[in-house]
């Protein structure tokens, strides 16, 4: 006696095309989504200028040599400079001094934004004859700034980094000059 089978006949069973079954758009949804971010990727490569490119890298070299001469010059003049920002009266305000006494010679100080050159602020104080100066900042944005402060004339300088307003007060000095060796 046959014994009668159960199982479908392959033709009876209905056929779907790809399209219409969920594996294969999850297997290429990751595709996609790397075309799509390396298609926006590209474009912003391509609208925004390359800020951090120099064209003239042995000029830039030769700057860094004067940099260097400058921040010895600070150190044999013993330049110490120390600020605050109040944000209520929009002023950075400090004093400067050179060997503890103080020093009334105008000066620049440059601030100078981690990621946007746009938002760097160049600064001229001109302190009194007791070193203490106050410029008017209409809003220091809240980031790591980087400070350098040198005289009117260019012939000295000091930098530091400054996370305000986590850092309320920011103090720079020249490092200490070293001995000579006879």
Known sequence: MPIASTVASPAAVPVRPWYSHRWPWF???????????????GSLALSRP??????DYYK??????QDLRRDRAATALA????????????????????????????LHIYLAHPTQPGKDLQLLARPGSDGRFAVPVAKLEATHWQVVVEGARREWRVARSWSWPRESALAIHADAPTASAP
Do not use: C, H, R
């Open 79 to 106: 330049i110490a400079f120390e600020a605050s920002y109040d944000p209520g009266a929009g002023v950075l305000s400090g004093v400067v001094t050179s060997g503890g006494a103080p020093l009334p010679a105008p």
């Open 60 to 65: 830039q070299g030769k700057a860094i040599n």
């Open 27 to 41: 297997l290429m949804i990751g595709p996609v989504f790397v075309l799509v971010g390396g298609g926006v990727a």
């Open 50 to 55: 390359d800020a951090m490119v120099v064209d």
